[in-house]
């Protein structure tokens, strides 16, 4: 007999009643949920508290409205429309869903709402790793055009100098807990470097390190470097969205590099990151959270910033909880000879014969002050390396611009040294340029400088130059 537009009863079936379809809706493995025209849920099926985590009778006469007010329910009770398909995000219990909701007419008009839907947060969840690993290797394949043969653990950094142990003793340490990291110290010092030594020492070694560079990133595009963007955020925005370093990080490191070149609208967004470890993408309402460790450096002098308003001070505590300060080289000169042998080897290896440097070379590193620290000595070999086509490297291998002095050198000099002194160095400083500009050719270096012979090799007796 029939019973309705699409149901039946038969001997074996008999009779249709509410109970009967209750008990069907609730062994539906998808989530049913019926509100009124007022939003007030009036039913919910067994799947409800499976899939959502949340009993049947705690929902059951509340408002959607003001449990979930941004649902696709809601916009489509008060839309017109009549039916909507598709991905939803439960605010209140973070939960990604898909499904469908479609106004209830009892004929002779709109009751309600009914939504079936199903939780999809796990293959968001395997999406977004899968994002994140297609992410992480194209992040990779562009560091690898820039790869430099950085030590990769404390085993490996090069230093015997006793602040420096002290350094790396605490950044050992600390490497094993989740603090925030601050590395202090000027450019060229190997700030990176004890970033990746911290990572590779704890317990995210095989998650990915993410590094950023503050300074190099201009702050239209800082936020959606960091954040990422959704899908039509702006112009010129990809199609389907990108990640945001952040986001490449999660469960990683993210390195901060150059953090007081950040201006302050981005610290103050930064803060909110490092604080609740949770963001926005650019042009997005979902809050992403993420599970990173920060490492962030600098070479600025953070406090006085701070006193000028160009840093914020909340932030700097939140970064500053383990700080790392890394001296420059001319702190450690004990280091120059352990640091360039490290970096000799390596060129040597790539020019196929051993290389040493000359006692004069050995004694001008010991004077001189690296302003650009091991990135400048790591330059100067390598230059060196190239030009000098024997094992020995000589003065006139060096490049001519760590021959001259600058005005800085020539005060710092002029305080502790007597005007001779002064005119002697700068007079040997003038003749090893000359005899570097001129390949170590001394009659083309003598007319240069514009010596009679005896005065020239009178001079180069007195200054050791051989
Ligand atoms: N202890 C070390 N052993 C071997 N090489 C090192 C060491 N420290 C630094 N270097 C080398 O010196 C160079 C500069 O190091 P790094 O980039 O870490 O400096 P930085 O302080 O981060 O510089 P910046 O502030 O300019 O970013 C790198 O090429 C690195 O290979």
Not at 200 to 229: H, Q, T
Not at 299 to 310: A, Q
Not at 329 to 336: C, H, N, Q
Request: glycine share 6%.
């Amino acid at each position: 007999m029939s019973t309705g537009v699409h149901a039946v009863t038969t001997s074996n079936f008999p009779q249709w009643d509410r109970e009967l379809l209750f008990r069907i809706m609730d062994n539906i493995h998808d989530v049913v949920l019926v509100i009124d025209t007022d939003t007030t849920i009036v039913y919910a099926n067994e799947a409800y508290a499976r899939i959502l985590g949340v009993p049947v009778e705690k929902v059951l006469g509340r408002r959607l409205d003001k449990i979930e007010p941004k649902s696709e329910a809601i916009k489509l009770m008060r839309s017109g429309k009549s039916f909507h398909m598709g991905k939803d995000y439960l605010d209140s219990l973070g939960i990604d869903v898909v499904g469908s909701s479609f106004l209830l007419n009892d004929g002779h008009g709109i009751i309600g709402c009914v939504s079936i839907f199903k939780n999809i947060s796990e293959v968001i969840e395997l999406n977004r790793e899968l994002e994140q690993t297609k992410g992480v290797a194209d992040y990779l394949k562009e560091q690898l055009e820039q790869w430099e043969q950085l030590p990769l653990s404390f085993k490996e950094y090069v230093g015997q100098n006793s602040n420096l142990k002290e350094t790396l003793v605490l950044a050992a340490k600390v490497a094993k807990t989740d603090s925030t990291v601050l590395i202090r110290g000027e450019s060229g010092v190997g700030k990176e470097v004890l970033a990746r030594a911290v990572h590779n020492s704890s317990r995210r070694k095989d998650k990915p390190l993410i590094k950023v560079n503050c300074a190099a990133i201009n702050d239209n595009l800082i936020e959606s470097e960091l954040f990422g963007y959704e899908e039509g955020a702006f112009t010129g925005a990809k199609r389907g969205g990108k990640l945001g370093k952040f986001e490449l990080a999660h469960s990683g490191t993210i390195f901060l590099d150059e953090i007081g070149d950040m201006s302050i609208t981005m610290q103050a967004k930064l803060l909110r990151v490092l604080q609740e470890k949770e963001f926005e993408r650019v042009g997005g309402t979902k809050t992403i959270k993420v599970d990173i460790r920060v490492i962030a450096a600098t070479n600025r002098d953070l406090e006085t910033m701070i006193k000028e308003g160009t840093f914020r001070r909340d932030l700097y505590y939140r970064l500053n909880i383990v700080p790392l300060n890394l001296a420059p080289l001319r702190e450690r000169k004990d280091d120059i000879l352990a640091l360039s042998k490290t970096f000799l080897e390596r060129f040597a290896r790539e020019i196929g014969h051993e290389l040493t440097l000359s006692p004069q070379v050995v004694r001008f590193f010991q004077e001189y002050d690296w302003p650009g620290n091991i990135r400048e000595l790591q330059n100067v070999l390598e230059h060196a390396s190239i030009v000098c086509n024997g094992t020995s490297i000589e003065m006139f291998h060096l490049p001519s611009q760590v021959l001259h002095l600058n005005d800085d050198q020539l005060k710092v000099r002029s305080k502790s040294q007597t005007v001779k002194e002064i005119v002697a160095s700068l007079e040997k400083e003038l003749i090893l340029s000359a005899l570097a500009t001129n390949k170590n050719n001394r009659t083309k270096a003598m007319k240069e400088l514009g010596f009679s012979r005896r005065v020239f090799y009178d001079k180069l007796r007195r200054y050791g130059i051989e």
